[in-house]
């Protein structure tokens, strides 16, 4: 079956300015802008093809994911994540959580077991964050630099806090952490 949308001028609605407004060359914002919505079929179709349905808009990714080796979280010093990276080790594994910016809708924040640590750069959560919230992202990330507030000369203001990611597009559905799992309790 096709599902098929029909936006007129007389009807009232705005979209039917989609064809002067829209690249139809760009399928994720046409879809965007059309406000549509796609079925699980849909989706696994759209993956496909690059495309992710992210909050209520449609993203276009690349499966081929350029990271950089090493990634400087930002805003480590809010939220007493100061504190936070006091106690954290390089080697230690993080994972990263959709902070649902009403701004950025694709903004990852990243926590250990001890808690926030700061946010990935724009350019790294907009390269994963489609995959990672579709959920069809495999990664590993850990701690590979850091330099705590306390370790830093007096006028410094927040913790440099690098970290490796490695990851892989997976044809097949990944279990998203949403949070650390709690190995401080033995079974």
């Given at each position: 079956?096709?599902?098929?949308?029909?936006?007129?001028?007389?009807?009232?609605?705005?979209?039917?300015?989609?064809?002067?407004?829209?690249?139809?060359?760009?399928?994720?914002?046409?879809?965007?802008?059309?406000?549509?919505?796609?079925?699980?079929?849909?989706?696994?179709?759209?993956?496909?093809?690059?495309?992710?349905?992210?909050?209520?808009?449609?993203i276009s990714f690349s499966k081929d994911?350029?990271?950089?080796?090493k990634v400087y979280l930002r805003e480590?010093?809010?939220?007493?994540?100061?504190?936070?990276?006091?106690?954290?080790?390089?080697?230690?594994?993080?994972?990263?959580?959709?902070?649902?910016?009403?701004?950025?809708?694709?903004?990852?924040?990243?926590?250990?077991?001890?808690?926030?640590?700061?946010?990935?750069?724009?350019?790294?959560?907009?390269?994963?964050?489609?995959?990672?919230?579709?959920?069809?992202?495999?990664?590993?990330?850990?701690?590979?630099?850091?330099?705590?507030?306390?370790?830093?000369?007096?006028?410094?203001?927040?913790?440099?806090?690098?970290?490796?990611?490695?990851?892989?597009?997976?044809?097949?559905p990944v279990e998203i952490k949403t949070?650390?799992?709690?190995?401080?309790?033995?079974?």
């Open positions: 079956m096709i599902h098929t949308e029909w936006f007129t001028i007389w009807g009232g609605q705005k979209k039917c300015e989609m064809f002067s407004e829209t690249n139809i060359d760009d399928i994720a914002s046409w879809l965007s802008y059309g406000g549509f919505k796609a079925t699980p079929e849909e989706e696994e179709t759209l993956l496909t093809l690059g495309i992710a349905q992210v909050s209520g808009q449609f994911l350029k990271i950089p080796d480590t010093s809010f939220a007493g994540r100061s504190q936070a990276i006091e106690r954290s080790a390089v080697g230690e594994e993080v994972f990263f959580v959709h902070a649902k910016d009403p701004y950025d809708a694709l903004r990852l924040e990243v926590i250990n077991k001890l808690g926030s640590l700061g946010y990935l750069p724009s350019e790294v959560s907009d390269e994963i964050a489609p995959l990672l919230l579709c959920g069809r992202l495999a990664y590993t990330a850990k701690i590979s630099e850091l330099t705590p507030v306390s370790k830093r000369n007096k006028h410094a203001k927040s913790s440099i806090v690098g970290i490796n990611i490695e990851t892989a597009c997976s044809s097949k949070a650390v799992p709690d190995t401080d309790h033995q079974s």
